[in-house]
Every structure is written in structure tokens, then in C-alpha cells.
């Protein structure tokens, strides 16, 4: 029987338009443009303004200009996967809204909890579903409004995050592009490193939660930081012995934009030369599920058809991972 290979066929992208700059940070918290830039890399990041909009009102946008590119209609796609730790709210899942919004009447969806290797994990599910020969087409979404659970006054994350969002479409081929490999971990030990304290079922909301300051990210940075670099670069290192290439035969790294330092590092441990890491942290920081797709979209336009990509995150949870895309088409 023949093979099915799920290839990413388009990529869509939302970022708000305000932009919270490392000017504006110096006015809310003790900090300073020069320790942000030279620890993290960031100068602004977007943050999505107005009343009543959610994550996913920048998730129908990704996928809105999806649709435009492949002039498809709505009804056409059968899946979508959402990748998001800020869901319009903890239920129902913020995919179901997207696809209410974007008119999808005959796509199922379904939220993933994985932070930072958010899109990662849907990326290697919807490819799965794919190469099942199950489903013809998927779309895998990548949002957070970091802004919504970000405490303003504590300057130890709010320097890092940023509201974004990034889809691609992922299609049945039979020739050997798109997903080819992924390696995904996680390990729950590392749960207090990084997470939000309050308004799950352990600590449900109430005003002691809220006074004490409990529904925002809770992050021990030094601590993560030092997972993160192990764990990125390993698991990028792994994936690429077990596919047999070299860092010649990478066209590129697509890091999950957490801290320059660490994507330094995981290029490093690949032996790839800077040209061939996308960044773009300066501009939007820490978007959680949507950097990887983010750079995507930016990047495009630069992406031949047959060129070797690697994914690699790291975030709460903790989970991790890489995933090698073998690009399926030219847009220039
Ligand atoms: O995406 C999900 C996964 N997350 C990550 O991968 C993040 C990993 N961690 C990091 O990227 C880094 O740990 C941070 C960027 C969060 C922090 O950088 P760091 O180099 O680890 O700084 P630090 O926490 O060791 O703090 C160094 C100093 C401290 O002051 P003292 O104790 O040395 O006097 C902090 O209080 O910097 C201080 N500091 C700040 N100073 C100015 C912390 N935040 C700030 C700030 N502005 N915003």
C-alpha cells in the first residue's frame, strides 16, 4: 500500500498591533532595555488589546489567511488542533470556538496542553492522523495571549512574553515531504519550574487564589533555563543522528523563541552556522505555542521545496522536542 506522507501545504500567521517595547517596560517594573536585550535578546513584544478578544480571535486569523492562500472554503477542512496554555477559557476547547469563527462546520477539534512544545506535539498528532490515511487534511494552530496570564508587576516574566498566533495546513501526499520524523518528551518533575499555581482543580479560583497572585505564570528562570538548553540541543542533536544528517544537509533551525542564549546553545550542539536559525524573538518574545509557526510564516518566502527543517522546544510541563519537516513547496 502506499505510503501517506503529511505535508505542511501553507502557513498562516496574526500578530497584534500594539507593541509593548522594552521603553514602555522600564515605566511598569525595575528594568532596563540593556538587561533585557543581553539576556533574553527581546525588544518588544505584541500584546492583543480591546475588550472581548481571546486567543482565539488570533487563531481565526491564522487560519483565515490559510484558507485565502489555498482557496479553500471553510467546510473543507476535516480536523483542527489547538495548541494553547490560554484557551478562550478551560472549556470547551478554544479549537471548537476557531472553527466556529472561521465557519469550519465540518472540522472536528481539540486542544493540546504542552506550552512551549505546544505545536510541536499537535504538529506530530495531526501528521499522525494524516499518515493513518484517515483524513486528508488538518490544521494545526499554535496561539497564546501570554498577556491574559502574565503578572505586569513582577519583572522576572513579564520582560519575556507576547500575544501571537501561527497555523499551517497539513495535507496528504504521497511523496516524501512534510513530517518525517519527530521525537517528543515531557517529565512532569519539572511541573513547579514553570506553571500557573491557581485555577485548575488542585486550587480552584477564589479570593485568596487571586489575592496571593496565583493565576499568572510562575516561572524559576534559572532553573528552566538550564533544562531548557540540555533539552533542546539534545533532543535536536538525537534527531538528527537518527535521520543520518549532518548540519550540511539542515536548511534550517526553527528554535521555539524562548531566550537567545538557548537557541545559541541548540545551534551550537548541531554544529549550524547562525544563518541558518530563524530568529525573530526581538520582535514578538516569548509567544509560547506560536513561535515555531510564527517563524514559519515570516520565513516563507526563503523555504525551497526539499529543504531539511528541524523544530526544536522546550517549555512547562516540562516537555520538549524535534521535529524534521521536509519542506513541500516553493511560494517565491
Ligand atoms: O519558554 C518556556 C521555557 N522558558 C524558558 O526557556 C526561559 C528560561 N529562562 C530564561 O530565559 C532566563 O532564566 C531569564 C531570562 C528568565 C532570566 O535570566 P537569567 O540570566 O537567568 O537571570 P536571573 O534570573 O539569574 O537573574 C539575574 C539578576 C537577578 O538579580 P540579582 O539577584 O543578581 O541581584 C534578578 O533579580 O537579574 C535580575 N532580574 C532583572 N533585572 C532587570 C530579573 N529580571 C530582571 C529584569 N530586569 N527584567
Known sequence: MEKNYAAITSVGAFVPEFRLTNQILETMVDTNDEWIKTRTGIDERRILKGEGLASSDMGVEAVKEILKKKNMMPEDIECIICATVTPDMV????????????????????????????????????????????YKNVI??????????????????????????????????????????????????????????????????????????????????????????????????ELMQRNNLTADDIAWLVPHQANLRIIDATANRMNLPKEKVMINIQKYGNTTAATIPLCLWEWEKKLNKGDNIVLAAFGGGFTWGATLVKWAYDTH
Not at 157 to 183: H, M, N, P, R
Not at 213 to 232: N, W
Request: charged share 20%; glycine share 12%; aromatic share 8%.
Open 91 to 134: 472549556f470547551p476547547a478554544t479549537a471548537n470556538i476557531i472553527a466556529d469563527k472561521a465557519g469550519m462546520k465540518n472540522a472536528f477539534g481539540f486542544d493540546v496542553s504542552a506550552a512551549c512544545s505546544g505545536f510541536l506535539y499537535s504538529l506530530t498528532l495531526g501528521a499522525s492522523m494524516i499518515e493513518s490515511g484517515r
Open 140 to 237: 494545526v494552530v499554535g496561539v497564546d495571549k501570554m498577556s491574559a496570564i502574565v503578572d505586569y508587576t513582577d519583572r522576572t516574566t513579564c520582560v519575556i512574553f507576547g500575544d501571537g498566533a501561527g497555523a499551517v495546513l497539513l495535507e496528504s501526499t504521497a511523496e516524501k515531504t512534510g513530517v518525517l520524523d519527530s521525537i517528543l518528551k515531557s517529565d512532569g518533575a519539572g511541573r513547579n519550574f514553570l506553571h500557573m499555581k491557581a485555577g485548575g482543580s488542585l486550587r480552584p479560583s477564589s479570593i485568596e487564589t487571586v489575592t496571593n497572585r496565583e493565576h499568572f505564570v510562575h516561572q524559576e528562570g534559572q532553573s528552566v533555563f538550564k533544562f531548557a538548553v540540555k533539552g533542546m540541543a539534545d533532543v535536536s542533536y
